[in-house]
């Protein structure tokens, strides 16, 4: 069975500084990986997605993950958070790129202050 | 035109009450989702459709009732629902062809409360 754990439901920076949101996952066959960001009264937003090829993968807004089999993890990073970068992050991995279940993280909410 | 749109953003109705929400998409994809999100949950996949056929149900209660009736609409008919149903539903969808299918686009979601 797949799951995603999300370290830390509240994360707060400053504006300026890195920002790192942790996803581990589980899976008993190699993932296929994803980072969506929902801000206050929207939907789901895909960020950027790891599907077997390179292991770092850049996204929209500045933010990019690596995926490191060894460590089972998916971190997202951005090198310098911006006030609108406040937002709920989720993880979710995926079997297959041929399967509909996603399997999300309980998610990850980022503060940025002035 | 937003890619998902849903409808009504809010909904308070009470558990004898009859009513549904609505999605369309405007992406020319093939399959649609509903999900469920509570509050301190992971996302919970309800329904599955691919080319208007539902592929997918996950042990939902019989009170949610789906509906598609071409692949640009879904609904989802609810009815004697329980406060525990109280969540922000949103639904997705994606191109739902091979190599696709986990690319997924979420509308904005319809905020119930039950009362």
């Known amino acids: 069975a797949q799951s995603v754990t999300q370290l830390g439901s509240h994360v707060s920076v400053s504006e300026g500084a890195l920002v790192l949101l942790r996803c581990n996952y589980s899976s008993s066959v190699p993932p296929y990986l994803f980072w969506y960001v929902q801000y206050p009264n929207q939907g789901l937003q895909l960020l950027l997605k790891?599907?077997?090829?390179?292991?770092l993968v850049k996204g929209i807004n500045g933010f990019e993950a690596e995926f490191k089999k060894s460590e089972t993890s998916f971190h997202l990073t951005k090198p310098s958070a911006h006030m609108s970068d406040a937002a709920e992050y989720f993880c979710?991995?995926?079997?297959?790129?041929?399967?509909?279940?996603?399997?999300f993280g309980t998610g990850t909410r980022l503060q940025v202050f002035p | 035109e937003t890619g998902v749109t849903q409808t009504p953003r809010h909904l308070v109705m009470g558990m004898t009450n009859k009513k549904s929400l609505k999605c369309e998409q405007h992406l020319g994809h093939n399959a649609m989702y509903w999900y469920k999100q509570s509050a301190k949950k992971p996302l919970e996949l309800m329904f599955v459709y691919n080319f208007k056929e539902q592929t997918e149900n996950n042990s939902v209660p019989s009170r949610f009732s789906p509906e598609c009736p071409n692949s640009s609409h879904l609904f989802l008919h609810l009815h004697t629902l329980q406060p525990e149903d109280s969540a922000l539903y949103l639904c997705?969808?994606?191109?739902?062809?091979?190599?696709?299918?986990?690319?997924?686009?979420f509308g904005a979601g319809t905020r119930l409360s039950v009362l």
């Open positions: 997705a969808s994606s191109r739902g062809e091979f190599g696709e299918k986990n690319i997924q686009y």
């Open positions: 979710a991995v995926s079997h297959s790129y041929n399967t509909d279940k996603l399997i």
């Open positions: 790891y599907t077997s090829a390179a292991t």
